[in-house]
């Protein structure tokens, strides 16, 4: 049932560091992309960062110079370290990934049950 499992939340002061990780199970194959989403209360669900399978990389203007994702092709994991974090990135952050059940041809948008993440000043 679970098909992306996330890791890595928790509270944390300004200034500290996270990292989450997200590991696609043996269920999902040719994913492509990878990334990460965030939440905050009342706020529309947005795009933190994602990954390609050939290392291109995207991030919210918000997030850049601060977060890096990075991804392991092998595992099917995609990762998402966070430094310098800022009340402002209090959210529930949730993995996504692009990809397709192994005895089908059509692809999925994949969800993560989504990990919390605070940062308090």
């Known amino acids: 049932q679970v098909q992306l499992e996330e890791s890595g939340g928790g509270s944390v002061q300004a200034g500290g560091s996270l990292m989450l990780s997200c590991a696609a199970s043996?269920?999902?194959?040719?994913?492509?992309?990878m990334g990460w989403y965030r939440q905050a209360p009342g706020k529309q669900r947005e795009l933190v960062a994602a990954?390609?399978?050939?290392?291109?990389?995207n991030y919210a203007d918000s997030v850049k110079g601060r977060f890096t994702i990075s991804r392991d092709n092998a595992k099917n994991t995609v990762y998402l370290q966070m430094n310098s974090l800022k009340p402002e990135d209090t959210a529930v952050y949730y993995c996504?990934?692009?990809?397709?059940?192994?005895?089908?041809?059509?692809?999925?948008?994949?969800w993560g049950q989504g990990t919390q993440v605070t940062v308090s000043s």
């Open positions: 990954i390609t399978s050939a290392g291109i990389t």
């Open positions: 043996r269920n999902i194959v040719s994913v492509d992309p």
């Open positions: 996504h990934a692009y990809g397709r059940p192994p005895n089908l041809t059509w692809y999925y948008d994949y």
